[in-house]
């Protein structure tokens, strides 16, 4: 009798433990082919559920990690994941690609991915609808998708992608150059005139053809004046008048409104005084 009933002791776990398996029965996809996976994944993105498109495309990879599917999932995953906003995932899922696949004819589209990652990184969902000044914004993704997009035209030249890569890259330099402009002008207001003067350099020698580099001679010719350096203020009006005449700061009206000052203020707190 006391066998039987440690037999049975002995045995509850085991039954307990069957019964909390999940049953097998319940995935939909244990049958599933490769193509089915993909299908199934391309459609749930298509329709905007990026979660399960990722889930299906990770489950394919799992399942049939080789063959032309589970190579093309590698890409298809990192646009889900750049949709589903998790940055990180997408640029780790391009980078696995490229490493795994060098000669692929599409690697050019993961390194594009990648620029086009860090280009939208930080945008908020407000930004995404109401214009905002990109240049006020951390330049760190800036700077991460120019180098993307600069290593996908050094390695493809012909891609299908480069015409808006160069288009994008015009953009991103412009909006770093106004960065830099932007933290000089922030110097000189709180009266640093050397480390203004120091960026707007950066802004003449490295950003030279850029929209900001006008504002950077203009913000170099107003620190130097502040430092008493009037020759050299001199130097940097005459550069300024000779390749931007019309410029506001060699105007008594335009003056130090040559700077779109209002965002700027508002992000570093300051006022007019």
């Known amino acids: 009798m006391q066998r039987s009933i440690l037999a049975l002791l002995l045995m509850l776990p085991l039954l307990f433990g069957c019964s909390l398996l999940p049953d097998q029965d319940d995935d939909e996809t244990k049958d599933w082919s490769a193509s089915k996976f993909f299908s199934e994944a391309k459609a749930a993105v298509a329709g905007g559920d990026f979660e399960t498109g990722i889930k299906y495309f990770e489950t394919l990879q799992a399942r049939y990690p080789f063959g032309r599917y589970a190579q093309q999932a590698q890409l298809e995953v990192a646009y ?14 391009c980078d696995r690609f490229i490493k795994e696949n060098p000669r692929h004819p599409n690697v050019d589209y993961a390194y594009y991915l990648k620029g086009l ?19 006020q914004r951390d330049p760190g993704s800036a700077r991460d998708s120019f180098k993307d997009f600069s290593t996908l035209l050094a390695r493809y030249p012909n891609s299908k992608y480069a015409k808006d890569t160069r288009q994008r890259m015009v953009y991103l330099r412009n909006t770093l150059a106004q960065h830099e402009v932007n933290v000089a002008d922030y110097y000189l207001k709180r009266h640093a005139y050397i480390a203004a003067s120091n960026r707007a350099k950066q802004v003449i020698e490295n950003f030279e053809k850029t929209p900001a580099a006008a504002d950077g001679i203009a ?28 410029h ?12 779109n000052r209002s965002a700027f203020e508002t ?6 005084n």
């Not at 990652?117 to 240049?135: A, C, L």
């Not at 506001?248 to 700077?259: Q, W």
């Not at 992000?267 to 007019?272: I, K, S, Y």
């Open 219 to 246: 913000v170099l010719m107003e620190s130097y004046a502040l430092m008493g350096l009037e020759d050299l203020s001199s130097d940097a009006k005459r550069v300024l008048t000779l390749n931007y005449p019309s």
């Open 248 to 259: 506001p700061a060699l105007s008594e009206v335009g003056g130090r409104d040559y700077l």
């Open 80 to 93: 889900a994941y750049y949709k589903f906003e998790e940055p990180d995932s997408s640029i780790a899922a």
């Open 117 to 135: 990652v860090n280009f939208n990184r930080g945008i908020g969902f407000i930004e995404q609808y109401v214009p905002t000044d990109s240049s």
């Open 267 to 272: 992000l570093f707190g300051l006022d007019e």
